[in-house]
């Protein structure tokens, strides 16, 4: 059953799966380095701080319900060591436009050394948030 | 002209991924162990899902992913109509792939199935549906029977997540 042709059928899935795996990390990691050059969009965050950059939307609901509260609670528990941008997609279309955000919420987490750690489509509750925190 | 509406209902996207992934496992078989005729079921079953106006595949997910706890329902506010005529360009595809097979085009075939497993795939892992996509832009051109406009706040294509 497992003859050579079905063994070289098997390594072409493989490479084309690897294929499309090495298309996914690339288009992360393009995100990854424009994300660095959009860092001066935001405003000047403390020293030695994690930023969180959140885009919303007035009409957003799991953004009111769920993402709001955990940011609020993460905010609480890290004090300064958590600096929060949070911006109106509706308002600031260009930054979303930029930033690449295509639904909301959408969250980016940036390392204290301006590097993007993690990007969150959709709702990251705050246990996630803190593991992206302290799990680099 | 035709009228744009948003009329969300309640869509389990689970069942979509259920059937997706169904899609992905079989289209893969098919290709490894050579057998054309595995692709051509996955055709006929999509074809009879898109008569049918519900994920082909959607008895496995309500009989075996569902039981089993592989797949919980995830409902969310979206239309129904993107994902149905995503189905239906996945059916086109998978025919015309599996007919291309059945005729010796092997290169072709093959072609077509990936191409469906690649955007299978794009939805399952990446919750983009590209046949939703298409679907959108074709209301923007205002082509008939395509009425239906995104979830607010979400990129045509996009699964509207933890919409509540």
């Known amino acids: 059953m497992f003859n050579a042709d079905v063994l070289t059928r098997a390594a072409i899935a493989l490479a084309i799966s690897l294929g499309c795996l090495g298309v ?19 405003d000047p965050k403390p020293p030695d701080a994690f930023t ?15 993402q709001r509260p955990a940011i609020q609670k993460l905010r609480q528990m890290l004090g300064t060591a958590l600096h929060v941008v949070e911006i109106d997609a509706t308002e600031r279309p260009d930054l979303a436009d930029r930033w690449g955000v295509m639904s909301v919420p959408t969250t980016f987490l940036i390392d204290p050394r301006g590097k993007l750690r993690h990007v969150n489509h959709g709702v990251a509750r705050a246990e996630k948030l803190l593991m992206q925190i302290h799990g680099g | 002209m035709t009228t744009q509406t948003q009329n969300l209902q309640k869509v389990d996207h689970n ?21 054309p005729i595995l692709a051509a ?57 599996s007919v291309a097979l ?44 395509f009425a239906k406009i995104p979830p607010a706040g979400f990129f045509p294509g996009m699964k509207p997540k933890a919409r509540v």
Request: proline share 6%; charged share 10%; aromatic share 18%.
């Open chain 1, 24 to 42: 996914y990390l690339f288009y992360n990691w393009t995100l990854e380095f424009r994300t660095r050059h959009l860092l001066a969009d935001l």
């Open chain 2, 102 to 145: 059945f005729l010796g085009a092997s290169a072709l075939g093959w072609g077509l199935v990936w191409l469906v497993i690649v955007l299978a795939a794009l939805n399952a892992f990446g919750g983009f549906c590209v046949g939703c996509a298409v679907y959108y832009w074709l209301v923007r051109l205002n082509v008939p029977g």
């Open chain 1, 52 to 66: 969180l950059v959140y885009f919303t939307t007035p009409t957003c609901v799991p953004c009111k319900t769920v």
């Open chain 2, 15 to 35: 069942a979509l991924k259920a059937n997706q992934l169904t899609i992905i496992t079989i289209n893969l078989l098919a290709f490894i162990f050579n057998f």
């Open chain 2, 41 to 97: 079921i996955v055709a006929v079953v999509m074809g009879l899902g898109s008569l049918l106006k519900v994920p082909g595949f959607l008895p496995l997910y309500r009989y075996f992913y569902k039981p089993l706890g592989l797949l919980k329902p995830d409902v969310l506010d979206d239309n129904p109509e993107p994902h149905r005529f995503a189905q239906f360009l996945g059916f086109i595809f998978m025919t015309g792939g």
